[in-house]
């Protein structure tokens, strides 16, 4: 078992959708929280952080964790075809390396 | 300012020869990572520098793989001989001390050996 796992997709919507993205953990040293975007070609790029349980709102953009099912969850509102990318869910302990997902690809379609 | 700068970002050889990768990381960043990412995967770690010193490497496949960060800024991954198995792109960020806050990505190079 990967020590963070998400569902591969793809995740297809119509633009304007409210778009659910998933992740679980089973480290349960995990502190922070961390969401990546990755166009295709391209590097990924820091979405969300959030450190320990809670909500965090940026935008469009909702993160949660929920340390006592190792459960995060990412929402996307008002989705745009813009937003067609894999997101990447990595998490971290208290130290500098960050632990990666498989990625969920989402498309959002005009 | 200028991200993290991977170059090249594309390369193609023939399995069992060299091949490097360089990586300039964004200024004051004394953190630097190097990853892998496999076709349809999430990245993951080879090596970790703190300023000049690999403090991790436990993943590098130490056989075939090098690396080295001369001064503490500039890095260079190398892979000799290549094998078919290397093909992925190799990406590299870097982060303030303490990256649990995140880490900047550089585009990558997308190797592929044939």
């Known amino acids: 078992q990967k020590e963070v796992e998400q569902d591969p997709g793809p995740l297809s919507v119509p633009e304007g959708a409210i778009v659910s993205l998933n992740c679980t953990y089973s480290?349960?040293?995990?502190?922070?929280f961390m969401w990546y975007r990755q166009y295709s070609r391209k590097g990924p790029e820091l979405l969300m952080y959030?450190?320990?349980?809670g909500n965090k709102e940026d935008g469009r953009f909702t993160a949660q964790v929920d340390k006592s099912s190792k459960y995060i969850s990412l929402f996307i509102r008002d989705s745009q075809p813009s937003d067609s990318a894999t997101y990447l869910c990595?998490?971290?302990?208290?130290?500098?390396?960050?632990?990666f997902g498989g990625g969920t690809r989402l498309m959002v379609k005009p | 300012e200028a991200g993290v700068v991977q170059s090249p970002r594309y390369k193609i050889i023939e399995k069992k020869q060299p091949v490097a990768f360089w990586c300039n990381p964004i200024?004051?960043?004394?953190?630097l990572y190097w990853y892998r990412q496999n076709l349809g995967q999430g990245p993951e770690l080879l090596i970790r520098?703190?300023?000049?010193?690999?403090?991790?490497d436990s993943q590098l496949p130490k056989d075939r793989f090098s690396a080295e960060r001369l001064k503490g800024v500039d890095s260079t991954l190398k892979i000799q001989p290549a094998e078919l198995g290397d093909s992925a792109v190799y990406l590299c960020?870097?982060?303030?001390?303490?990256?649990?806050?995140?880490?900047?990505f550089g585009s990558g190079t997308r190797l592929t050996v044939v």
């Open positions: 960020a870097s982060s303030y001390e303490g990256g649990g806050y995140g880490y900047t």
């Open positions: 480290n349960s040293a995990f502190q922070y």
């Open positions: 959030t450190y320990s349980s």
């Open positions: 990595a998490n971290s302990d208290a130290g500098n390396m960050l632990t």
């Open positions: 200024s004051g960043h004394n953190t």
């Open positions: 520098y703190e300023n000049e010193e690999a403090v991790d």
